[in-house]
């Protein structure tokens, strides 16, 4: 079957810095895609979500880019704290579920 | 927090033995997903319910059962236990159905099968 997919596994960036993850989905059906933070022995939290119909999505700190020419989606974090370090998923919906890619672990450095 | 709460946080068990997880939804919320997290991986969709019934499975055999509770709460049963069933078991609720409404995920339940 179809599945997102993540350009790297592993992301680090200086405290302070903006950070850029980025994700390649396959199923052009797919309308709503979401990115959660995973720390360490916890359940994904969500961050933030964009809907097909919009191409640019921002919250505090986060932005979510999606480009459905190249099937793209990015999540960008302005100035990167210790706090953000964690794995991040993009996730896009199916028929009942969401699916995951493997992840984008990001390391913070003081 | 999201108001998803499962228990027990962890459960070891050996091959062959059965394992029962329990998950409460956030209140309000109709539909739970239960999803299989391997170390180092995404979580993988096991299936969803919706009130109190299968509406959707992923790729998962059938000694993997679930229920729902009218009280928002659900189970997931996994019989025979292999090995390869050692992970984080996480579920996640949302208010209805829809692919396109956010879920929100409980902290896990980790699973060791020796």
């Known amino acids: 079957g179809e599945s997102v997919g993540l350009h790297l596994p592993t992301l680090s960036v200086q405290e302070g810095d903006n950070s850029i993850i980025n994700c390649a989905y396959s199923n052009s059906a797919s309308d709503y895609f979401i990115w959660y933070k995973q720390e360490s022995g916890k359940g994904p939290q969500f961050i933030i979500d964009?809907?097909?119909?919009?191409d640019k999505r921002q919250g505090q700190r986060v932005t979510v880019l999606l480009n459905k020419t190249v099937k793209h989606l990015s999540l960008q974090i302005a100035a990167t704290q210790p706090g953000d370090s964690a794995v991040y998923f993009c996730a896009e919906n199916g028929r009942n579920d969401m699916r995951f890619g493997a992840g984008t672990r990001l390391t913070v450095k003081p | 927090e999201t108001g998803v709460t499962q228990s027990p946080t962890h459960l070891i068990k050996t091959r062959g033995q059965q394992v029962t997880l329990r998950c409460s939804s956030q209140s309000g919320h109709n539909t739970v997903s239960w999803y299989q997290q391997a170390l180092g991986q995404g979580p993988q969709f096991i299936f969803q319910y919706y009130r109190e019934e299968e509406n959707g499975r992923g790729n998962f055999p059938p000694r993997f059962s679930g229920l729902q509770f009218p009280n928002y709460s659900s189970e997931l049963n996994v019989n025979a236990l292999e090995l390869d069933d050692s992970a984080l078991y996480l579920c996640?609720?949302?208010?209805?159905?829809?692919?396109?409404?956010?879920?929100?995920f409980g902290p896990g339940t980790r699973l060791t099968v020796l």
């Open positions: 996640a609720s949302r208010p209805e159905a829809a692919s396109t409404d956010t879920q929100y």
């Open positions: 964009i809907r097909s119909n919009m």
